[in-house]
């Protein structure tokens, strides 16, 4: 028998209305490329939108085409995020990290038909257009009268907008229907799509204004570092959509003086961003003295938050950290540490233990850890396994790219890559990332934990840990780490700091000083260069 619930599609056009509806006067606050703030309410960005819409429908955008953004987070931004998805096409959020060779290919990949690029990004854009081979309009943003370019066949976003009519009659779409893409930061081999549904990015919206998730509401401003060209910024602009929720964008501006003046002067509530940046805001609040009285809520994702950093923030500022984790696959919320459930007692059930941890799962994630063998692990918070998920905002294949199926089992969850542990009410653990994992004498290290150890030492900026092969035991952690400026840490001291955190065999008996530690294009540790320094010997 099945339930008698009217049809009714969720989609970004329903988020699209009740904003427009219910949210009118809300603002939104750009910091623009020159250094002026932009300001205009919900009820302003809602006229543009519809003038994008008939924009996009002149330039021949038709339901399923795919229309990229070269963009930093503004509210010209916003307006793609809802124009593109509610005519029924596509938005690949293009990641402007990435090398020229994986733009090109992530471009093309996609066959976006229409490119918007930021008046700032041009030149990036300019160097690889003559090897796009489907673009055939490129519209740029927030240029100055008179720009010129070589883009062919380019618009003006503003020239673009000002003929069309102000009002749109969306199109009913299936809740199924595509609705954004974005591609995985590619450690390995060429970046893979994540192609989202309007369904998965409504159910992102509602999550993460759950009050067991980010626990956000109209009463917060937030304030959104995490790029919009990544894991489309964790929904926020969707979420703020959904809950006529203020919104603060920094454009280009992201120095950590930039954030804590944005964060005083448009009193934030919440920010959100990867712990690299926190790293600086934390520096320059110390430093200098901002009145950030204001603010309650760092949200923290994209890698694991070393402790000593959101100890330092939340005893030193009074700030709760949100500790988070998720991927790009999964639209992107998996876990976070917004409530502790009931009777979670994994740890000692202490505070900072909870806080280390990555959190509980969100409302409609399912997770599973497995052994190498395939076989379900127990969540007794000692068990060490794979994580595998599923649900409605998971993605169940690499958008055409049949190489990523292996990321799939047969029973239908998202192989993440990603190791843990979980605890018996689900507060999730990562221990490390399967391909980075440190296998010695048959027993699991885990170079995350080391790296977070080290890095709480105060004359060490930063530190990666690597498995390097070793006759004995197969694999040993080898420690590369950055000093703080004017520090010279011995290896022996870092050594002794850390031991009484682990068994004997976990530590690393190879420390070697760098200069810095490589990145990815979305700012994480780069252990595929360092390994390969090591084997080619110029560690
Ligand atoms: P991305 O899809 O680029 O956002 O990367 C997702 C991956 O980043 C995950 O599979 C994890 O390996 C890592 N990650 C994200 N959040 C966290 C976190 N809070 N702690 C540890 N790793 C994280």
Redesign the pocket.
């Known amino acids: 028998m099945q339930g008698q619930m009217m049809d009714f599609q969720l989609t970004i056009t329903a988020i699209l209305k009740r904003l427009k509806q219910m949210y009118s006067q809300v603002e939104i606050v750009t910091k623009t490329p020159a250094g002026t703030m932009h300001r205009y309410t919900y009820g302003d960005c809602y006229r543009r939108v519809c003038k994008l819409a008939h924009a996009l429908d002149r330039l021949g955008v038709k339901l399923g085409d795919r229309v990229g953004t070269l963009a930093w987070n503004t509210y010209q931004h916003v307006e793609l995020y809802y124009g593109i998805p509610c005519i029924g096409a596509v938005t690949h959020t293009i990641n402007l990290r990435l090398a020229p060779d994986q733009l090109i290919y992530t471009i093309n990949h996609a066959a976006d038909k229409v490119v918007f690029v930021d008046v700032t990004l041009v030149p990036l854009l300019e160097k690889i257009a003559p090897h796009l081979t489907t673009v055939e309009h490129y519209v740029v943003i927030g240029a100055p009268p008179g720009c010129q370019t070589t883009l062919p066949n380019a618009l003006h976003y503003e020239d673009l907008l000002a003929p069309e009519p102000d009002h749109y009659n969306w199109p009913e779409l299936d809740e199924n229907t595509a609705a954004g893409l974005c591609y995985?930061?590619g450690t390995t081999g060429n970046p893979k799509g994540a192609l989202y549904s309007h369904r998965s990015q409504y159910l992102q919206a509602m999550v993460g204004g759950m009050s067991n998730g980010l626990g956000i509401s109209s009463k917060d401003t937030i304030f959104a570092v995490v790029p919009m060209f990544?894991?489309n910024a964790w929904g926020i602009p969707y979420t703020c959509g959904m809950m006529g929720i203020r919104q603060v964008h920094p454009g280009p501006h992201l120095k950590p003086a930039d954030l804590a003046q944005l964060i005083q002067d448009e009193k934030v509530t919440m920010a959100a961003g990867v712990p690299t940046l926190w790293m600086g805001l934390y520096q320059e609040l110390k430093s200098k003295s901002y009145d950030i009285s204001a603010l309650r809520m760092l949200l923290?994702?994209?890698?694991?938050?070393p402790i000593s950093l959101t100890q330092a923030i939340e005893k030193d500022f009074n700030i709760t950290v949100l500790?988070?984790?998720?991927?790009?696959?999964?639209s992107?919320a998996?876990?976070c540490t917004g409530v502790a459930p009931p009777g979670e007692t994994c740890e000692e059930g202490s505070y900072w233990a909870w806080k280390t941890r990555?959190g509980v799962p969100v409302a409609c994630v399912e997770v599973r850890i497995v052994d190498d063998e395939g076989n379900e692990l127990p969540w007794d918070g000692q068990a060490v396994g794979e994580v595998q998920v599923r649900g409605p905002m998971v993605i169940s294949s690499y958008y055409n790219d049949p190489s990523g199926d292996t990321q799939f089992t047969k029973d239908g969850w998202f192989i993440?890559?990603?190791v843990a542990t979980m605890c018996p009410k689900g507060s999730m653990g990562?221990t490390d990332?399967s391909k980075d994992l440190i296998k010695s004498g048959g027993e699991w290290i885990s170079s995350?934990a080391l790296e977070s150890a080290l890095m709480a030492h105060p004359k060490v900026a930063e530190a990666a840990v690597i498995s390097i092969p070793d006759q004995k035991w197969s694999e040993r952690p080898m420690a590369l780490v950055v000093a703080r400026p004017g520090e010279t840490p011995s290896k022996e001291e870092l050594l002794e700091f850390i031991s009484p955190q682990f068994a004997k065999f976990w530590l690393p008996e190879e420390v070697r000083f760098i200069s810095e530690v490589p990145k990815t294009s979305?700012g994480?540790f780069d252990k595929k260069v360092l390994r390969k320094r090591y084997a080619e010997g110029s560690l």
Do not use: F, L
């Not at 500790?323 to 999964?330: K, L, Q, V």
């Open positions: 995985t930061s990544h894991a923290v994702g994209g890698a694991a938050m500790h988070a984790w998720g991927m790009t696959e999964m992107p998996g876990t990555q993440t890559g990603d990562i990332r995350v979305v994480k």
